[in-house]
């Protein structure tokens, strides 16, 4: 251990922790920008500036590990003025077109420019006037509002290992982008979104569906259904003010109701449809020779990662179109046909944590009725602006539930929203069906957790069922690795595109970086989804009895030809 005091604090700590960290274990907080736990820590920015007793400069705290008998002062007139100045410099060349940022108000540098009253602009220097990158689906660039503090670029390189995005040109011209300023729609993107979760500004944002949307709700000729992912309920609340992981389940629905939608159905209901889909697609491998491991395909960062990065393993892709999509392809079918709907009519909404869904819903091969199967994705926090420009006072809604039948779910689908959850969530119908009973014990508890890779091994009726889980392109490229090189077997692999599964999307309320470092969205999230998982009277999939009625009236069985042509999709080599 290490001593140490921090404004005259004594401080211990393991050696080569950063007196940041150090700072925050004492409680002593420092403002930082460039930083984000976990992910970056460059001492770019010069905001976490402190002073070194017998030191003349003045240090960043982010990448100064602790020494022995050090004194550190995190508030001196120095350091404040140091401070002030670095962001009275970024600001110089910024687009302050505060208020009609998408960020305005969640921007971590707004919040420091007041913290340390930066109230004039001291510095007018020449401004950066690049075009804004709209051409990709998901993520609008705008490297204007860009303060080079490389979060998105560390995410996008050291997290998802992909290098989408960096630093190009030089000096002033300096801009974060893909490699010869090309679009993010022309390299090997994944649409994730990632790099918007870790952007402090308004320099990486969703490419918006809001006016789409309204428009629809807004048109009286359109039948307008609405769905949630499992991720939305725990995360939405946060927009709102309430504590990271409150279940909204209720307010969710009642809020939609209140907009205007038709109908408002839950995507846990397509999540327990992929259940049955992809569940007798894995027992139809194992039993007759298919491609194993099977893996899962209900994360579009993760299948356009596997395209670009991996296309050996496509044909072990489950052909599961992901939940929403299938979700959207029955509203347009049997939900059409049984209320004298013409699907041409029906505009259907998906409210997802991700930005990807907004590039999935593209793909060819997710048009099961020949109408496309999700109209228009919108972001959590898309749906949260929406909530507030309707003026609805979302806190004090009543719970209100989905409407019948594609509302209903079971708790295998709630848990869809957290790494670990399409496996135990499939592990629960495939043990069923194997032993022909209905078993008890149905918390797979080592899928759980925000570890990056997970395995697990299952037995079943006397077979063993191997299974490992990856969240986070970075964390399956090991995986996969692995598996190619034959270190590792195994029958069936959930693979997520974010870091946590989806309670960790690309689409999610932004967390501050200095929430970040004392919360883990990942795990306050999916308490939120687990514990509404054990509140549900019924939690396998297969006992759902809207699914077993959906199979009666139309699909017949799981993987059956109609259900080939509504559900199933293809991937791209
Ligand atoms: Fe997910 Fe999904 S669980 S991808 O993470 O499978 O986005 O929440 O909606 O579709 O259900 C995201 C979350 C979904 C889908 C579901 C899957
Ligand atoms: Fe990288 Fe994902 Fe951002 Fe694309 S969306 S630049 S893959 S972090």
Not at 60 to 81: D, F, Y
Not at 503 to 529: F, H, M, T, Y
Request: aromatic share 6%; proline share 5%; with cysteine.
């Amino acid at each position: 251990m290490v001593s140490l005091t921090i404004d005259g604090v004594s401080v211990q700590v393991p050696e080569n922790t950063s007196v940041l960290e150090a700072a925050r274990q004492a409680n002593i907080k420092i403002p930082t920008l460039c930083y984000l736990k976990g992910v970056n820590a460059i001492g770019a920015c010069r905001v976490c500036l402190v002073e070194i007793v017998g030191n003349a400069a003045l240090q960043a705290a982010c990448v100064l590990p602790v020494s022995e008998g050090m004194q550190v002062k995190t508030n001196t007139p120095r350091v404040q003025k140091a401070r002030k100045l670095s962001l009275e410099l970024l600001l110089s060349n910024h687009d302050r077109e505060c208020l009609t940022c998408v960020r305005n108000r969640t921007c971590e540098l707004q919040a420091l420019a007041e913290t340390f009253q930066v109230n004039e602009y001291k510095y007018e220097g020449a401004k950066i006037e690049k075009p804004l990158d709209l051409l990709s689906p998901s993520v609008v660039r705008n490297p204007n509002k860009c303060i080079l503090c490389k979060r998105c670029v560390a995410v996008c390189r050291n997290i998802q290992k992909i290098g989408a995005i960096s630093a190009t040109q030089r000096g002033f011209a300096t801009t974060i982008a893909p490699a010869f300023d090309k679009s993010l729609a022309e390299v090997p993107c994944i649409n994730c979104g990632q790099c918007i979760a870790a952007c402090p500004t308004g320099a990486l944002s969703e490419n918006s569906e809001i006016d789409n949307v309204w428009a629809a709700l807004h048109d009286p000729s359109k039948h307008v259904v609405v769905q949630p992912a499992p991720a939305v309920r725990v995360a939405i609340g946060e927009e709102f003010g309430m504590p990271m992981g409150t279940r909204c389940t209720g307010k969710m629905a009642a809020a939609m109701r209140r907009m205007g939608f038709d109908k408002v159905f839950d995507t846990d209901f397509g999540a327990d449809l992929t259940i049955m889909e992809e569940g007798y697609e894995l027992l139809d491998r194992i039993q007759n020779g298919g491609v194993l491991p099977m893996i899962t395909s209900c994360s579009p960062g993760w299948i356009k990662y596997c395209e670009h990065f991996y296309p050996e393993f496509l044909p072990n892709l489950s052909s599961c179109k992901s939940p929403h999509q299938m979700l959207g392809a029955i509203i347009k079918s049997y939900y059409a046909q049984k209320n004298g709907i013409d699907p041409k009519d029906i505009y259907t909404v998906s409210v997802m944590p991700c930005t990807a869904k907004k590039y999935e819903k593209l793909r060819d091969g997710e048009a099961g009725t020949g109408y496309p199967d999700v109209d228009a994705v919108l972001t959590t926090r898309e749906f949260a602006r929406m909530i507030k420009q309707a003026n609805i006072d979302f806190v004090n809604l009543p719970d209100e539930d989905f409407d019948d039948v594609l509302g209903e779910s079971t708790g295998a689908g709630v848990i869809f929203g957290a790494t670990g959850g399409v496996m135990e969530a499939a592990l629960r119908t495939v043990a069923d069906v194997l032993t022909g009973k209905d078993l008890e014990n149905i918390d797979y508890t080592d899928v759980r957790g925000i570890a990056g890779i997970k395995e697990a091994s299952v037995n079943v009726a006397g077979m063993e069922i191997k299974v490992a889980i990856a969240s986070s392109t970075g964390a399956a490229q090991k995986l996969l690795d692995a598996v190619k090189a034959g270190e590792k077997q195994y029958h069936f692999i959930e693979i997520m595109g974010c870091p946590g599964g989806c309670v960790n999307g690309g689409g999610q309320p932004i967390v501050p970086a200095e929430v970040r470092s004392v919360l883990d969205p990942r795990v306050e999230r999916a308490k939120g989804l687990y514990s509404e998982d054990s509140d549900k009277k019924i939690r396998k999939s297969h006992e759902n009895p809207s699914i077993q009625k959906l199979y009666a009236e139309f699909l017949e069985k799981p993987n059956s030809h109609k259900a080939h042509e509504l559900l199933h999709t293809f991937y791209a080599a």
